[in-house]
C-alpha cells in the first residue's frame, strides 16, 4: 500500500519560530512536492523536487525552503514564521516513470500538517 | 497560463439528483486532466483522470478540448459523494495544477 506520511497532524508555533515540516513516502519516487490548502484557493504549489538534493520553486515559495538529502524524505522550513503561514500543509509523492509520465502521473498525498501560528 | 477554474464553491443537491462539477482550464499544449477528491478527516486521493476514460464510483469525467473543460458527472448522487473536489491539470516537471475546489453536499 502507498504510504506518505508528515511528521505532524497539527502543529501551533509562534511568530518568528523556525519550523519544520517533515514528510517520508516509501514508494521510491523520485518527485515530491509541498502544497498549502487554503479555502477558496484550493492546494498552490509551494516548492517541489525532482531528485535528492534538487529543488524548485513553485508558484509561493516566499518565506519558505525545503531541503531534500534523502529520496524518501522532503522537508519544508519556514525560517521565520508569520501569521499568514497558518495553514494545511500536504505533501505528495509521484513516480517519474516512463509509463507514468507518458500516461499522466498520479500524485499520493500525505495526511497533512495543520499549521497555527500565533 | 496555466489555469484551472472551478465556479462552483459549493453544490448542494439532493440524494439521487444529477451531478455536474465544472471544470475549465487554460493550457497551451495538449493537457493531462484529473479529478481528485478529500473526503471528510481523509487525505487527498485521485478520483480519475482522462487519459484512463474510467468510470469510478459511478463518476465520469469527458475531456473538451473546444470548450476546454473536463466536467465531473454522476446521474445518481449518493450521500457518501458528499466531499472536496479539486479538478487539476498536468503543468509540466510532474507538477499539478489545482483548481480552487468545489464542495458537493448531498443531503438526504
Known amino acids: 500500500d502507498v504510504k506518505v506520511t508528515q511528521s505532524s497532524r497539527y502543529l501551533v508555533k509562534r511568530t518568528g519560530e523556525k519550523v519544520f515540516l517533515e514528510c517520508v513516502q516509501d514508494?521510491?519516487?523520485?518527485?515530491m512536492f509541498w502544497y498549502r490548502q487554503d479555502p477558496g484557493l484550493g492546494l498552490r504549489l509551494i516548492y517541489f523536487s525532482y531528485d535528492v538534493k534538487m529543488k524548485e520553486k513553485g508558484d509561493i515559495p516566499e518565506g519558505y525552503s525545503v531541503s531534500r538529502e534523502k529520496k524518501e524524505r522532503f522537508s519544508l522550513i519556514l525560517e521565520s514564521a508569520s501569521t499568514n503561514q497558518t495553514s494545511m500543509y500536504l505533501c505528495?509523492?509521484?513516480?517519474?516513470?516512463?509509463?507514468?509520465?507518458?500516461?499522466?502521473?498520479?500524485?499520493?498525498f500525505g495526511p497533512g500538517t495543520r499549521l497555527l501560528v500565533l | 497560463a496555466q489555469r484551472v477554474t472551478q465556479p462552483e464553491k459549493l453544490l448542494s443537491v439532493f440524494k439521487g439528483a444529477p451531478v455536474e462539477l465544472k471544470c475549465n482550464y487554460s493550457y497551451s499544449g495538449s493537457p493531462e486532466l484529473f479529478w481528485y477528491v478529500q473526503y471528510s478527516r481523509q487525505r487527498l486521493q485521485l478520483l480519475l483522470r482522462h487519459i484512463s476514460r474510467e468510470s469510478i464510483k459511478g463518476f465520469t469525467a469527458d475531456l473538451n478540448k473546444g470548450e476546454t473543460s473536463f466536467h465531473l458527472k454522476k446521474p445518481f448522487a449518493q450521500e457518501e459523494d458528499s466531499a472536496m473536489y479539486y479538478c487539476?491539470?498536468?503543468?509540466?516537471?510532474?507538477?499539478?495544477?489545482f483548481g480552487a475546489g468545489t464542495r458537493l453536499a448531498v443531503h438526504p
Open positions: 514508494m521510491d519516487h523520485e518527485n
Open positions: 487539476a491539470l498536468s503543468g509540466g516537471y510532474n507538477k499539478l495544477i
Open positions: 505528495a509523492s509521484r513516480t517519474s516513470g516512463l509509463a507514468e509520465a507518458t500516461i499522466g502521473g498520479t500524485q499520493y
